[in-house]
């Protein structure tokens, strides 16, 4: 059986207040109106996509925004919810009734699930490789990470967590948890030996946590396994070499310290961005046309009485200092970026950044400019 093509993954690093999702959410509809099928997953759990977008309650399980037609894509979105997500994982195991009831209640899955919206970068992984699971017909998957540099664990932890989870003592429980039906005398023999062993330890121990702990795993163990297989599916994807990193700055200075020490952790990670992303400069023409444009806007209206000229008001030439200053960072911050490697430039614009909510043309518009400077 031949493997499925894995859709491009793209995936946006940046600090808070950056546009980081913004962006995510425009570059995704340019390529839904440029006929790609796309999936955008926010793994933030500030759920800003929601509002990026625009478009009422986005559900952990898939949004459809874009329905595909015979001149665009579609595009589904999803913000990460990772209570959620196990639910839907246990539910997919299709336990009886009475183990369902008996795992939701269970006192450790409790404690696992009150924990469990804590392990974004541990699951974020999962969801993304269920993905392909539930659309298979992608061809592009955006991921709008969580801001600041832990974000950057979702790009090693299947590797991390494969480790921990690939070992000996879950190969036996694998074994030990397979389906009775299939198992010969010999096997159900050493399985109730197993079961045995493990009730007398838990009562050895004055409490039953050993127990308790075991009751869990065989009750997970259909889901624990599904996860496996998804973050070795994960895995393979974030390596693939077809994988987009954009790192997603501001003009501040906070901004692009938090990108060189992104840059700085992918590197030590064996990976590089694929472009830097500076968003919201000054738009070059500005930067052009400003000393003449100001030159030629200046006052010189003489006074009645003496003859002289007066001064320009104070007001413009606090907004020549603003400018100026800016355009100085500005320069500065790209000098910085360039070390990193590609750096991309997105000017500010006024029909995005004076609307209170945005629609899919504005972010269509913003997305097709992020796509016409990105390399290839």
């Known amino acids: 059986m031949l493997e499925r093509k894995r859709p491009r993954l793209h995936v946006f690093f940046g600090a808070g207040g950056v546009g980081k999702t913004t962006l995510s959410a425009g570059y995704a509809i340019h390529l839904a109106q440029s006929g790609r099928n796309v999936g955008l997953l926010s793994i933030d759990p500030a759920r800003r996509l929601q509002s990026a977008l625009g478009a009422g309650a986005i559900q952990e399980s898939g949004t459809q925004i874009m329905e595909r037609t015979p001149t665009q894509g579609s595009l589904h979105a999803a913000m990460l919810n990772l209570e959620d997500s196990l639910q839907r994982w246990i539910a997919e195991a299709h336990l009886s009734a009475a183990n369902s009831e008996q795992l939701l209640n269970h006192p450790f899955y409790k404690a696992v699930a009150q924990k469990i919206a804590t392990a974004i970068e541990t699951l974020a992984p999962v969801r993304m490789a269920e993905w392909l699971e539930m659309y298979p017909d992608t061809d592009d998957l955006i991921i709008d990470t969580a801001p600041g540099l832990h974000a950057v664990d979702f790009i090693d932890r299947p590797e991390r967590m494969l480790a921990f989870l690939d070992s000996k003592i879950l190969e036996w429980l694998k074994w030990f948890a397979g389906d009775a039906q299939e198992a010969n005398f010999f096997q159900k023999t050493i399985r109730g030996g197993a079961q045995m062993i493990l009730k007398g330890l ?114 413009q030439d606090l907004l020549q200092d603003y400018i100026t200053a800016m355009i100085a960072m500005q320069s500065e911050l790209e000098a910085r970026l360039q070390n990193k490697g590609r750096v991309v430039l997105l000017p500010v614009l006024s029909d995005l950044e004076d609307k209170s909510e945005l629609r899919l043309t504005d972010l269509a518009s913003l997305g097709s400019i992020l796509a016409r400077q990105l390399p290839c």
């Open 202 to 315: 838990g009562k050895a121990g004055g409490e039953g946590i050993l127990l308790g702990l075991a009751e869990l795993l065989l009750m997970l163990d259909q889901v624990l396994f599904r996860i496996m297989d998804r973050l070795a599916a994960a895995r393979l994807w974030l390596q693939d070499p077809q994988t987009r990193i954009y790192l997603v700055c501001a003009v501040r200075d906070d901004s692009v310290a938090v990108v060189e020490s992104l840059a700085s952790i992918l590197q030590a990670k064996g990976m590089q961005a694929h472009a830097t992303v500076l968003n919201r400069t000054i738009p070059p023409e500005l930067i052009t046309e400003f000393p003449r444009q100001f030159s030629a806007n200046k006052s010189t209206t003489a006074l009645p009485s003496t003859g002289s000229v007066s001064t320009p008001p104070r007001a």
